[in-house]
């Protein structure tokens, strides 16, 4: 599975930036899909997902200023983000769990990663 990243870049504090991605290859289902972040010197960390196509789920620090958006059927997936603050830097990881045919088993997939830096 192949995850095409756009978006991100320099934004000043309390400014605003769209993410997308999109997955191709052999996709039977999708079962997750959303992006992950991971700033210098710290773990990789859920901003947000959509789960089983339906199911929205946020971490604590990014509730109410970002907003995930897309459609597991469609295998794409949108992050606006608001209200960006300078902890929101960090590479933005597209990702995605499938299921590559009926019987097989869920892979999981990632990114290339994309910087976004909120800075003035």
């Known amino acids: 599975v192949k995850l095409v990243e756009s978006g991100g870049g320099l934004v000043q504090p309390g400014g605003s930036l769209s993410l997308s991605c999109a997955a191709s290859?052999?996709?039977?289902?999708?079962?997750?899909m959303g992006w992950y972040r991971q700033a210098p010197g710290r773990q990789r960390e859920l901003v947000a997902i959509?789960?089983?196509?339906?199911?929205?789920e946020y971490a604590d620090s990014v509730k109410g200023r970002f907003t995930i958006s897309g459609d597991t059927a469609w295998n794409m997936v949108s992050l606006q983000m608001n209200s960006l603050k300078p902890e929101d830097t960090a590479v933005y990881f597209c990702?995605?769990?499938?299921?590559?045919?009926?019987?097989?088993?869920?892979?999981?997939?990632w990114g290339q990663g994309t910087q976004v830096t909120v800075s003035s």
């Open positions: 290859g052999r996709i039977f289902s999708v079962t997750s």
């Open positions: 959509i789960r089983s196509g339906k199911n929205k």
């Open positions: 990702y995605t769990r499938i299921k590559p045919s009926r019987t097989g088993f869920e892979e999981d997939s």
